[in-house]
């Protein structure tokens, strides 16, 4: 109950187009969603961040979409470039501690 | 943005000494300090939360024993690897957090035990 699944593994798109992550959650308690972007070597940078009061969110070129119902939200990247070649991470957090619960990760690769 | 800095940045030990990771929020006081671990091509792992002046909390799994963790001020909290073999050998990442839901993260520390 408390896992993220997160989808695909891995994608390739076209500099340019649409990137899109898709993340799954089952404990109802999460109410806190961040997406973190993680180059190799480094540490994972927080890029957006949603509530469950709202079903979007947007800043700049990437947006969260977010279904209660469904308990699925996803992060959508337009316009994809090279330099968005990286790894995302979704997350869930809830009341309990601050913890945040990670998803599997997605490898991104944008092509020139 | 708030920053955390680790150090060091990089560490090679051998087998059977301990090592210490530091952890700093540089501009802000951190109520709350996360220690993770990441293996290559996975996830993050939780394995503590610690709160300033307190003990910290290990997830199931976690030896207690083996990853000291000390929270001494709002803005450091050091992790000690006790008795390392190769097998702690990873990447180990800390998070800060405030009053808020939101974590920010170090840029990570890469062990390596010979």
């Known amino acids: 109950q408390q896992q993220v699944k997160q989808s695909p593994q891995s994608l390739i798109?076209?500099?340019?187009?649409?990137?899109i992550i898709n993340c799954a959650y089952e404990n109802t308690a999460f109410d806190y969603f961040p997406w973190?972007?993680?180059?190799?070597?480094?540490?994972?940078?927080?890029?957006?961040?949603?509530?469950?009061?709202?079903?979007?969110?947007?800043?700049?070129?990437?947006?969260i979409s977010f279904n209660k119902s469904a308990k699925q939200f996803s992060l959508?990247?337009?316009?994809?470039?090279?330099?968005?070649?990286?790894?995302?991470?979704?997350?869930?957090?809830?009341?309990?501690?601050?913890?945040?619960?990670?998803?599997?990760?997605?490898?991104?690769?944008?092509?020139? | 943005g708030a920053v955390v800095s680790q150090h060091p940045s990089w560490v090679i030990c051998k087998s059977g000494t301990s090592v210490k990771i530091e952890?700093?929020?540089?501009?802000?006081?951190?109520?709350?300090?996360?220690?993770?671990?990441?293996?290559?091509?996975?996830?993050?792992?939780?394995?503590?939360?610690s709160n300033e002046g307190s003990k910290a909390t290990y997830e199931q799994g976690v030896e207690k024993d083996?990853?000291?963790?000390?929270?001494?001020?709002?803005?450091l909290s050091t992790l000690t690897v006790t008795s390392a073999h190769p097998e702690d050998s990873s990447f180990y990442i800390c998070s800060a957090g405030d009053y808020s839901y939101e974590q920010y993260f170090g840029p990570g520390t890469r062990l390596t035990v010979t």
């Open chain 2, 23 to 49: 952890c700093r929020s540089l501009d802000f006081q951190a109520t709350t300090m996360f220690w993770y671990r990441q293996f290559p091509k996975q996830s993050l792992m939780l394995m503590a939360t």
């Open chain 1, 13 to 19: 798109v076209q500099k340019g187009g649409i990137s």
């Open chain 2, 66 to 75: 083996k990853f000291l963790i000390n929270h001494a001020s709002l803005t």
């Open chain 1, 76 to 112: 959508h990247i337009m316009d994809s470039q090279p330099g968005d070649s990286a790894t995302y991470f979704c997350a869930a957090g809830s009341p309990q501690g601050g913890k945040l619960i990670f998803g599997q990760g997605t490898e991104l690769s944008v092509k020139p």
């Open chain 1, 36 to 63: 973190y972007q993680q180059f190799p070597g480094k540490g994972p940078a927080l890029l957006i961040a949603i509530r469950p009061d709202v079903s979007e969110k947007k800043e700049g070129r990437f947006t």
